[in-house]
């Protein structure tokens, strides 16, 4: 059932008022502390946030991805970091269980992920393999009713406080490449798994990572998602859907940006005059305004065709490519209109840049969108 257009206004303003009047005053704080206030974690939870595309039947909203992606611009207007604190349940840590999950998986784990009693990750970049996710080398053994899986994951969004992991794991020794993957969920405190000490990062802070590792741990056959082997086909649904809503935020944070820099443009006075009335700051705040809106037109577009059930793994590569790359773009001129305060941490621009950086890197580099842009435009030519 579709939530009805006032219903969704009146959610949207709600997450608006939210972001702006409870979120943005404490984006330096957590910055400096690392940690996620518990008083606004318990908001986001009383506000749905973290069952923003679970279905209604399972607790969660079941927004529409045009839906989710109208909140994902409303939520970019602040740190990432408070979006991935919630991401990964609305995102990668359930959306496999959406798709391919049985319905006994789905009533055991949704409800409690849609109301954030428990917080999902994904675990599948390793050491050895990111952007080449085909070559995992974590292993799931059968042995009679269980699995036995040993292996190490890198860089996993939420895996301190994660209590549910969806794992990807090569079932079939023999095979190479994304044939023999399959996907499992193991429960946070399942002997064998153990997490790692939380990364140090350049950027988000607020929200951890850390590596995931499987020692002799055991999981029943009935973990798995889908059938065996099916493990990276339901990685890319996962992925592609992710891509979208990640190009939305980063939209979001390119209009947050925009906006400090016509605020500090309008108020920064050099040669007797505001700087913002200068050409060539005029310049940079037109090549953002107008990447922004394209970028923006290109996410909305994409998540439309999404719902209308067409595939859209390359116009989801396309949003992903070029919406964090924009971002990137706004971000350094951000710093650049700003200038040396731009580059102190008085200022939330020097927070933003550091921050949009890892938007390029994870859910597949921009590299990676490359290959899957043209890979895509290859397949359709005749043969």
């Known amino acids: 059932m579709t939530m009805d257009q006032?219903?969704?206004?009146?959610?949207?303003?709600?997450?608006?008022?939210?972001?702006?009047?409870?979120?943005?005053?404490?984006?330096?704080?957590?910055?400096?502390?690392?940690?996620?206030?518990?008083?606004?974690?318990?908001?986001?939870?009383?506000?749905?946030?973290?069952?923003?595309?679970?279905?209604?039947?399972?607790?969660?909203?079941?927004?529409?991805?045009?839906?989710?992606?109208?909140?994902?611009?409303?939520?970019?207007?602040?740190?990432?970091?408070?979006?991935?604190?919630?991401?990964?349940?609305?995102?990668?840590?359930?959306?496999?269980?959406?798709?391919?999950?049985?319905?006994?998986?789905?009533?055991?784990?949704l409800p409690d992920l849609a109301s954030g009693r428990i917080i999902g990750a994904f675990a599948l970049t390793e050491p050895e393999a990111g952007s080449d996710s085909g070559s995992l080398r974590t292993r799931a053994v059968r042995d009679g009713d269980a699995f036995v899986i040993n292996g190490r994951k890198r860089f996993i969004t939420n895996a301190p406080t994660a209590g549910?992991?969806?794992?990807?794991?090569?079932?079939?020794?023999?095979?190479?490449?994304?044939?023999?993957?399959?996907?499992?969920?193991?429960?946070?405190?399942?002997?064998?798994?153990?997490?790692?000490?939380?990364?140090r990062k350049m950027g988000q802070q607020g929200v951890h990572t850390a590596d995931v590792v499987f020692e002799d741990c055991r999981v029943p056959a009935s973990s798995m998602i889908g059938g065996e082997g099916s493990g990276f086909r339901t990685a890319m649904k996962v992925l592609d859907r992710?891509?979208?809503?990640?190009?939305?935020?980063?939209?979001?944070?390119a209009e947050r940006l925009i906006h400090e820099c016509l605020v500090y443009g309008s108020e920064r006075q050099q040669f007797g005059r505001p700087i913002a009335e200068f050409q060539l700051v005029q310049a940079m705040l037109a090549d953002s305004r107008t990447e922004a809106y394209a970028a923006t037109t290109m996410v909305m577009d994409a998540a439309a065709l999404k719902d209308s059930g067409v595939d859209t793994t390359m116009a989801a590569a396309c949003c992903k490519y070029f919406a964090t790359e924009m971002v990137g773009r706004v971000a350094d001129r951000a710093v650049q209109i700003f200038g040396g305060a731009g580059y102190v941490s008085a200022y939330p621009i020097e927070r933003f840049y550091r921050d949009v950086r890892l938007l390029r890197i994870y859910e597949g580099t921009s590299q990676i969108q490359q290959l899957v842009i043209a890979r895509e435009m290859l397949k359709a030519v005749p043969s």
């Open 164 to 199: 549910l992991f969806t794992v990807f794991a090569r079932s079939d020794p023999a095979s190479s490449g994304p044939r023999g993957v399959s996907a499992f969920l193991v429960e946070a405190g399942t002997p064998g798994l153990s997490v790692g000490t939380p990364d």
């Open 6 to 109: 006032e219903t969704f206004e009146q959610l949207r303003a709600t997450v608006r008022r939210f972001v702006r009047e409870r979120l943005v005053p404490r984006e330096a704080e957590v910055g400096l502390s690392d940690a996620m206030p518990p008083g606004i974690l318990a908001e986001m939870r009383e506000l749905g946030l973290f069952g923003l595309s679970i279905p209604e039947t399972y607790g969660g909203l079941g927004l529409t991805l045009v839906e989710e992606v109208r909140l994902s611009l409303e939520l970019g207007w602040t740190s990432p970091a408070f979006r991935s604190t919630f991401g990964t349940n609305v995102g990668i840590g359930s959306q496999a269980i959406v798709a391919d999950g049985s319905p006994e998986q789905k009533q055991r784990y």
């Open 242 to 253: 992710g891509r979208l809503t990640l190009a939305a935020g980063a939209c979001g944070l």
